[in-house]
């Protein structure tokens, strides 16, 4: 019997996977070079210059990701949480409300 169709195939090829790195390389190296051209509008001593917002992109996908590490330790339940615990089981004679 065949595997059933993937609905990303295109996204499991390593070849598909290069090319998308190669994308976002060159997209990223775009915008570093275009950031000297581009002017802008500081709001405050906090904006030094060239690759600001790229570290200050950085830092804060960091921190979201940490962020959301700890929310998943912290809310993570255990494996057992939707166990059986017995009040699942529905007697076939309860089900019309006739009891024994």
């Given at each position: ?36 051209l ?23 996908c ?23 615990n ?15």
């Amino acid at each position: 019997m065949s595997d059933p169709k993937k609905e990303f195939d295109w996204f499991d090829r390593p070849g598909s996977r290069k090319i998308l790195w190669w994308i976002l390389w060159i997209i990223c190296g775009l915008t570093v070079v275009a950031e000297p051209l581009v002017h802008r509008h500081p709001h405050g001593d906090l904006d030094w210059g060239f690759s600001f917002y790229a570290i200050l992109g950085f830092f804060g996908c960091t921190l979201m990701i940490l962020a959301a590490k700890g929310l998943g330790l912290w809310l993570k339940r255990g494996e057992d949480y939707y166990g059986d615990n017995g009040e699942d089981k529905i007697i076939p004679e309860d089900i019309d409300g006739n009891l024994r």
